[in-house]
């Protein structure tokens, strides 16, 4: 994928999310990065998302943290996504939102706990919430890496969710699924206690999910 290419598809990832609920107004974005070239593009701050476009979006090295003659600035979480991808080799797009379900967990500083299959499948374990941190240079990056697990995703208390993957894309599901388990534990927990599946039980369908799950 050349830079074209990437600026379009980080372009569709963030205007999906108000389309997936994911966003109001101008709060939270997305980005991608070309590993390869040293290179990622992330939506400029508040610019409404359905005015964006490809060329829109902030090209910024990732090992000075410069931008590359942009009109626009970045978005203003650019330092922890910078944070994320030189210390997460594996990840290519990080998405950050305050949508609701997930926000409220955040909000009372208690994670998404792994009592759903879909959990299972997606996640491989509880989303996790990080204490409250500032967002002070890289304060907020640190506590994510610190309180991370295999999950693509976690939650910062009294803040939001930070999603990932290899690609902006993947980023996109990994958010969007967060935000949809959420919704569905917070439901439940109106009915009474979910039952956390098990370690084990648990493994049986990441490993599917993650190994044997579609084309």
Not at 31 to 36: A, K, N, Q
Not at 133 to 149: F, K, M, P, S, T
Not at 173 to 182: F, L
């Amino acid at each position: 994928m050349d830079l074209a290419e990437l600026r379009e598809e980080v372009c569709r990832v963030n205007r999906m999310l108000p389309v997936t609920r994911l966003v109001t107004m101008h709060s939270g974005n997305a980005s991608g990065l070309d590993r390869e070239r040293g290179r990622l593009v992330i939506k400029p701050s508040g610019v409404d998302y359905d005015a964006l476009v490809p060329a829109d979006l902030v090209e910024v090295d990732l090992e000075t943290g410069e931008v590359i003659e942009s009109r626009l600035r970045p978005s203003v979480d650019l330092p922890h996504h910078l944070y994320l991808y030189r210390n997460m080799p594996e990840v290519g797009g990080v998405i950050h939102t305050h949508s609701n379900y997930a926000t409220a967990f955040a909000a009372v500083g208690k994670p998404v706990p792994l009592c759903l299959t879909a959990i299972a499948d997606q996640f491989g374990a509880e989303i996790p919430c990080v204490p409250y941190v500032d967002n002070i240079g890289d304060h907020i990056g640190e506590a994510i890496l610190q309180y991370r697990n295999r999950s693509p995703a976690v939650l910062l208390g009294s803040h939001g969710t930070f999603a990932w993957g290899e690609s902006a894309t993947d980023a996109l599901k990994a958010a969007v699924m967060t935000e949809d388990v959420a919704k569905t534990v917070l439901l439940a927990m109106q009915l009474g206690q979910p039952a956390d599946i098990p370690p084990d039980e648990a493994e049986k369908w990441y490993d599917r999910y993650h190994n044997r799950y579609g084309q």
